[in-house]
């Protein structure tokens, strides 16, 4: 029975160690997302938006208007969608349509985003870009497009919907599963860096 109860130990233990370590990282991942955009945004190159929430396309058109960008991708926007449908989703802003807005429908996830933006940022020869995506994805999102686009300045522009407000991120039970989702996404991203570059 001695033995049995050692072996059950040498079992929970480090199960146990493994679960507080992944729980002390998600409450240190949560308190670091930012929770409202930033107060300023530096000028770059190029503008890149993760598809994923419309805040972040009308993000994205802003910042290229206001002058932040010379260009701007919208990468993984929906086969079926056209680019006349996203005109009219966004009125009054035909001239950047028409004058600077590219748009990506292959990509299907992060790393996709990250492969196809590579190709745009290296094709218009950009040397600093704009990332617009969402403040819990920014993490996850930075690591990706650092792997694919080194020497590329990479300047992160965090969005942060409504619905995702961090600051009482304990009280939406549907925002911690979507939390948790993306630090483990993150973590696992993290570790396949951290052994590509060993």
């Known amino acids: 029975m001695k033995g049995l109860a050692r072996a059950i130990r040498s079992i929970l233990l480090p199960g146990l ?59 993984g926007v929906n086969i079926q969608v056209t680019s006349e449908q996203l005109r009219k989703t966004w009125p009054g802003h035909e001239a950047a349509f028409e004058c600077c807005i590219d748009l990506d429908f292959r990509a299907r996830n992060t790393i996709e ?9 290296r094709k218009n020869g950009f040397g ?7 403040s819990y994805h ?9 792997e694919v686009l080194p020497g590329v300045t990479i300047e992160p522009y965090p969005v942060v919907p409504d619905r995702s ?13 979507l939390l948790a989702s993306e630090y483990t996404k993150f973590l696992l991203t993290w570790l396949r860096a951290a052994v590509i570059d060993r």
């Open 165 to 177: 407000r961090i600051e009482d991120w304990w009280r939406a039970p549907a925002l911690v599963r």
């Open 128 to 134: 600093a870009i704009l990332l617009v995506t969402a």
């Open 113 to 121: 985003n990250a492969r196809e933006s590579a190709r745009w940022v």
């Open 138 to 146: 920014m993490p996850r999102a930075r690591l990706e497009f650092a």
């Open 17 to 75: 160690l493994v679960v507080l370590a992944w729980l002390a990282g998600f409450v240190w991942f949560v308190e670091t997302l930012e929770s409202a955009p930033p107060a300023s945004t530096s000028r770059a190159d190029g503008i890149i938006v993760l598809t994923g929430g419309a805040d972040r396309i009308e993000d994205g058109i802003r910042l290229l208007e206001a002058g932040h960008g010379r260009r701007l991708l919208i990468s």
